[in-house]
T-cell receptor, first 113, second 117 residues
Framework: GNSVTQMEGPVTLSEEAFLTINCTYT??????LFWYVQYPGEGLQLLLK?????DKGSNKGFEATYRKETTSFHLEKGSVQVSDSAVYFC????????????FGSGTRLLVRP | GAVVSQHPSWVICKSGTSVKIECRSL??????MFWYRQFPKQSLMLMAT?????????EQGVEKDKFLINHASLTLSTLTVTSAHPEDSSFYIC?????????????FGPGTRLTVL
């Protein structure tokens, strides 16, 4: 079946460091891929998405490229801030019309000043 | 932006009682809402898909008689945990899909923490 695998956290970085959170997926066909972020005490928010191979999603300095050949959708940011501290979830949507999301286990990011 | 609310944000109940959780789309209409369960430090697991005016579709392994879902209007879905037990303690999250938008973007509520004593 379809699944998403994320690197385990927590990831602890100093402010202005480079961030990479790995995400790989298993799916038949061509799913849409997402990164969601959950700030402390808040609900999940869509950070970025990509709907087809080689698409790059970007938002708030974060980027992720849909790599079909490696079935990956790694999240990157060139210079993290303390306010980026949150839990990041990689997800894919089903290839049917149900719009179901399948989530990875989440990666907690802690950015220290 | 699209806002989804949940009520209550947290609830503590005694074992054997039932608890109702509401999920509302505040500024859009949602023909489809989803209910997830999140265990501590784990991912979200889809429990069921709620479609306005029809029966919910439950994921494999989810007891439909225990987790009753009602989607009576385009802005409200409810999840009732019946005869709750301590193992039902969890963080329950809903999401909603805007009926006016094509595609698969979902908007998430802030979640409801249920503790069963």
């Amino acid at each position: 079946g379809n699944s998403v695998t994320q690197m385990e956290g927590p990831v602890t970085l100093s402010e202005e460091a480079f961030l990479t959170i790995n995400c790989t997926y298993t799916a038949t066909g061509y799913p849409s891929l997402f990164w969601y972020v959950q700030y402390p005490g808040e609900g999940l928010q869509l950070l970025l998405k990509a709907t087809k191979a080689d698409d790059k999603g970007s938002n708030k300095g974060f980027e992720a490229t849909y790599r079909k050949e490696t079935t990956s959708f790694h999240l990157e940011k060139g210079s993290v801030q303390v306010s980026d501290s949150a839990v990041y979830f990689c997800a894919l949507s089903g290839m049917d019309s149900s719009y179901k999301l399948i989530f990875g286990s989440g990666t907690r990011l802690l950015v220290r000043p | 932006g699209a806002v989804v609310s949940q009520h209550p944000s947290w609830v503590i109940c005694k074992s054997g009682t039932s608890v109702k959780i509401e999920c509302r789309s505040l500024d859009f209409q949602a023909t489809t809402m989803f209910w997830y369960r999140q265990f501590p430090k784990q991912s979200l697991m889809l429990m069921a898909t709620s479609n306005e005016g029809s029966k919910a579709t439950y994921e494999q392994g989810v007891e439909k008689d225990k987790f009753l879902i009602n989607h009576a209007s385009l802005t409200l879905s409810t999840l009732t945990v019946t005869s709750a037990h301590p193992e039902d303690s969890s963080f329950y999250i809903c999401s909603a899909k805007d009926r006016e938008l094509v595609g698969d973007t979902q908007y998430f509520g802030p979640g409801t923490r249920l503790t069963v004593l």
